[in-house]
């Protein structure tokens, strides 16, 4: 979203980035070398195929962002959309990352399960495992992947409807 002409309120230096967990997860990042103010909704949605599936945002998420926005940020109500994306990443069914030995074969890892989170999040996964594999020990239970076995998908980051 474009930042009114001189309002300073909504740079980097001002506004950090933010999150909103609530009904739907919001998030955003302030005006950066002149880009535009970024929201974005990053509620787990339908299973995509991102070989076939259509990859331009919908008119109903557009409008629940530019709602949310003016709900959310007033000085934004009248914003004019800069640009819009669609973002698509894996995710594990309960929104938790996995780390953790490949069964059968402790030399083996998986490292992910978040897609784009794991990836902001390498340096920090990178050296949790390497503390696993040059000192041993166990893994965290939330990362395992015997954890995955007969779950269903739940809401966004492992969050239940009403919890926070």
Same mark, same amino acid.
């Given at each position: 979203f474009?930042?009114p002409?001189?309002? $300073?309120?909504?740079a980097?230096? #001002?506004?950090?980035?933010?999150?909103?967990?609530?009904?739907?997860?919001?998030?955003g990042?302030?005006?950066v070398?002149? &880009?535009?103010f $970024?929201?974005?909704?990053?509620?787990r949605?339908? &299973?995509?195929?991102?070989t076939?599936?259509?990859?331009?945002?919908t008119?109903?998420n557009?409008a629940?962002? $530019?709602?949310?926005?003016? &709900?959310r940020?007033?000085a934004?109500?009248?914003?004019?959309?800069?640009?819009?994306?669609?973002?698509?990443y894996?995710?594990?069914?309960?929104?938790?990352?996995?780390?953790d #030995?490949?069964?059968?074969a402790?030399?083996?890892?998986i490292?992910?399960?978040?897609?784009?989170?794991a990836?902001?999040?390498?340096p920090?996964?990178?050296?949790?495992?390497?503390g696993?594999?040059?000192?041993?020990?166990m893994v965290e239970?939330?990362f395992s992947i015997e954890?995955?076995r007969?779950?269903?998908?739940?809401?966004q980051?492992?969050? $239940?409807?009403?919890? &926070?």
């Open positions: 474009g930042v002409a001189g309002d $300073k309120r909504f980097a230096s #001002r506004l950090p980035v933010w999150v909103d967990l609530d009904d739907r997860i919001m998030y990042v302030p005006d070398a002149g &880009r535009g $970024k929201a974005g909704d990053d509620t949605g339908d &299973r995509f195929d991102p076939t599936d259509h990859r331009e945002p008119t109903e557009i629940r962002t $530019k709602s949310y926005v003016a &709900r940020f007033p934004l109500r009248d914003a004019p959309l800069l640009e819009s994306r669609v973002c698509q894996a995710n594990s069914p309960d929104g938790h990352l996995v780390i #030995r490949v069964p059968g402790d030399n083996v890892w490292v992910g399960g978040g897609s784009g989170h990836f902001k999040l390498g920090s996964l990178g050296e949790y495992v390497a696993k594999v040059v000192h041993g020990g239970p939330m954890r995955q007969g779950q269903r998908r739940s809401t980051w492992g969050l $239940k409807n009403g919890e &926070r």
